[in-house]
């Protein structure tokens, strides 16, 4: 016959068991209950509504010809822009500002204003940037303002946009207070390819 102390071992062992099956099924501290996924549409209102955030990163563009390369920094506050350029492509450091109607370029001691940044940058620079559409294709998402093609990858984010004779491809994204942003884009128009590396996004 068993003894006292061994019906007391066996009482033990059973309670723990049933208390692993309850901790099993219901993780304590914890909900069950399974969030919908994301749409496509609801994941671009989300990105579209994100109007004031920074960058950081590097970027390279490329044509037949020649290719140069920079540190970026841009800082976006709504419809205003700032972005620095560092490095080879302005011998020093250039910085772009303005909003959708004026932007300001300012290259050493030269400063020059124009309605269009890509026109004021490529006179300046001898590169074009397209940074009208930039402001939405770097959150991943196409400009409300012409047609676009989107292809999109299983998580439903942007996997290629095709817009405005541009073609742009996100290879990476990481999440940032539970969206996703691109971290690492090639853009690509005619000859001109246009690599974008993004260290640090801030929200």
Known sequence: MPSTLSRLYYVAISLCLLGLSGCASTPS???????????????????????????????????EADATSASLNWQQQGNHYQIRLFGPLGAGQI???????????????????????????????????????????????????????VTQDESKR????????????????????????PTKIQLSSGEIQIRLVINRWQI
Do not use: C
């Open 95 to 149: 910085q772009l500002k303005g909003t959708p109607h004026q932007a300001t370029l300012i290259m050493q001691k030269e400063t020059v204003s124009a309605a269009s940044p890509e026109q004021l940058f490529l006179q300046q620079t001898g590169w074009y940037m397209p940074v009208t559409n930039l402001l939405y294709w770097v959150r991943g998402i196409p400009s409300p303002y012409s047609v676009a093609n």
């Open 29 to 63: 501290g914890k909900s069950t209950e399974t969030t919908a996924p994301v749409t496509w549409e609801q994941r671009q209102q989300q990105l579209m509504t994100i109007r004031n955030w920074t960058l950081a990163g590097a970027i390279s563009i490329r044509t």
């Open 158 to 181: 942007a996997h290629t946009i095709i817009q405005d004779g541009w073609t742009i491809r996100y290879d990476r994204f990481r999440t940032i207070k539970g969206q996703d942003f």
